[in-house]
């Protein structure tokens, strides 16, 4: 045949680089090497194990695609697996054919014709073979050896990008498996159902319902310990993006100079210890939820950079140039006021309104009738399993005690007390297979009404081992807000004090982190001053 003009070789490489998917570019290679080659059946097969799996195929029977060909047991495919270079088999030769009896336009064994192979290796490593048969015998005999060798090339950079991209596929779709398959396992282990038959608690219920399926910013507020990360949890398994991650971040721990590189990362070299590059929790989170928690214990230097990734979907990490397109849901959680912290210059108002689109309010324990039987419940079988009891149960005085209780700790004070009562119950029952928890177990749990002249507060202490003194005269005159201020200013100078001025010392006494300490801290303008003697 004539020789294979440069013209067509361009064609042939062209016409590849638009293909899209594997089984297009397998069958444009195919069809171009058919249009450049004159043949009557090709097939490009991939190498691995030993063994060569057909994935494309024109003029062979379509069950050859079935097959799959032991190279030991074929020795012209043993020959061409050997080869670095394109081999044309002689006409005559006596190496049986693998292909003997699957020509579609001919039944029964070959006759004499021509075949070759062509090697495709990427990076010396043999992805497969491009076979070419004819049944004009010396068909192949004028091609030069070097227009061969390009096609090997190009048809080797087909494969390898069509097997590369199929890998990328799965490992993707493995990852997104894993991802759902942990968020899940996260749902159940962390208890992923809002109990609760109370009026105010299915008017939450209802509300995440109509909420969840949009992808609106959500803040979530409510006083500590009333289920605000179960509340996120929710939104986010009944939401589009359940199958994608859930990313939890508490803003209250985030050290103050490495903010900015937790939540958007860092490429390496970016400062002192970045010795590689990281993804922040925005890019994690990229295709699902992120979950601010304590949102409003952020700086207001870190908030300006939140409020630009939630207004562009975009972030850019510390020491990059370039931004980052991310596709993120913000939940966050506060038991702040934030429209009042807003108001006072303490929380960035543009940011709490981005925030608050739609928002949340948890109620406190105290407000949802008749619950707390319910949840108690809950947690009695939770403690069961934890401790291998056979049997707990709460008696019905138990039962009286915790609901006349107005719970200050919320549902995970709750949580706590009937843990701390099984325990005991457990140790004063030993050996019983029915575990009763009475009131005793429980402690003293007891109400103080405080009346003024506007209106009535109740303040609820639940009594420890130790006694608590108050003494209101000190807050005389005060607003609830500076008298907290004032109290928290006033055990952390004593804990600093105690501990010779060490923020983490002082830390470890007030069972915080030493970052939200020094922000608490900041805040209330506290100061230590070392001086060299």
């Known amino acids: 045949m004539s020789q294979i003009s440069s013209t067509a070789i361009i064609e042939l490489a062209v016409d590849l680089t638009s293909s899209l998917n594997r089984k297009d570019r397998f069958d444009r290679l195919l069809d171009t090497v058919r249009k450049t080659i004159s043949c009557d059946a ?19 029977s379509r069950d050859t695609l079935g097959r799959r060909f032991f190279v030991n047991e074929h020795p012209r495919f043993e020959q061409l697996c050997r080869s670095k270079l394109p081999i044309r088999f002689a006409a005559d030769s006596p190496l049986p054919d693998p292909y003997d009896g699957l020509l579609v336009d001919r039944e029964g064994d070959l006759p004499v014709h021509s075949c070759m192979g062509l090697p495709l290796y990427y990076d010396d490593k043999l992805l497969g073979l491009l076979t070419i048969d004819s049944l004009t015998p010396h068909e192949f005999e004028d091609i030069a050896e070097r227009t061969l060798e390009v096609i ?58 109509i909420v969840a399926s949009s992808d609106f910013n959500i803040l979530i507020y ?35 100079n490495l903010i ?61 140039d370039n931004v980052e397109q991310v596709d993120v849901r913000i939940v966050a959680a506060t038991n702040r006021d934030l429209r009042e ?25 105290y407000e949802r009738v008749g619950d707390v039987q319910v949840l108690s419940g809950y947690f009695v079988e939770q403690t069961r399993r934890k401790l291998g009891i056979q049997q707990l149960k709460l008696s019905i005085e138990a039962i009286e005690h915790l609901e006349q209780y107005k719970w200050p700790g919320n549902v995970r004070e709750l949580e706590h007390v009937i843990s701390r009562a099984a325990l005991k119950a457990r140790a004063r029952q030993k050996g019983k297979a ?14 103080i009404q405080v009346d003024d002249d506007t209106e009535q507060l109740s303040a609820n ?28 200013r006033g055990i952390i100078i004593d804990a600093l004090e105690q501990n ?15 970052a939200n300490l020094n922000r608490i801290a900041k805040r209330l303008n506290i100061k230590v001053t070392k001086r060299i003697q």
Not at 228 to 236: C, G, Q, S
Not at 267 to 282: C, E, L, P, Y
Not at 341 to 358: C, I, P, Q, T, W
Request: proline share 4%; aromatic share 6%.
């Open 152 to 209: 090997s090339a190009i048809a080797a950079a087909t494969l390898n990008t069509a097997l590369l991209i199929e890998q990328l596929e799965l490992q993707a779709d493995h990852s997104q498996r894993v991802v759902a398959e942990l968020t899940e396992e996260a749902w159940k282990r962390d208890g992923g159902e809002l109990i609760g038959e109370s009026p105010i608690m299915q008017q939450l219920k209802q509300e995440l319902d």
């Open 260 to 320: 900015e590189s937790e939540l958007f990362g860092h490429v390496r070299g970016a400062f002192t210890g970045a010795d590689k590059n990281r993804a922040g929790k925005f890019s994690l989170a990229n295709g699902g939820t992120l979950f601010l928690d304590e949102i409003g214990e952020l700086p207001l230097a870190a908030q300006s950079k939140i409020l630009r990734a939630i207004q562009n979907n975009e972030i850019q990490p510390v020491g990059q």
């Open 42 to 60: 090709v097939a490009l097969l991939s190498f691995k194990g030993d063994v060569l799996t057909p994935l494309a195929l024109q003029g062979l």
């Open 341 to 365: 912290e807003a108001e006072g210059g303490r929380f960035r108002a543009d940011l709490y309104h981005r925030l608050s689109v739609y928002p949340i309010r948890v109620p406190k324990l």
């Open 500 to 514: 010779q001025g060490s923020w983490a010392a002082a830390a470890r006494t007030l069972s915080t982190d030493r």
């Open 222 to 256: 409510g006083e500590t310990g009333v289920g605000k990360e179960l509340v996120a949890r929710t939104l986010h398994q009944k939401s589009l993006r359940q199958n994608g991650p859930m990313v939890y971040v508490n803003c209250a721990a985030l050290p103050e």
């Open 434 to 447: 029915i575990i009763a928890i009475n009131q005793t177990d429980c402690g003293s749990l007891i109400n």
């Open 461 to 488: 202490i639940a009594l420890s081992s130790e006694p608590l003194s108050t003494n209101t005269d000190l807050f005389e005159g005060y607003s609830l807000r500076e008298a907290t201020e004032q109290f928290q």
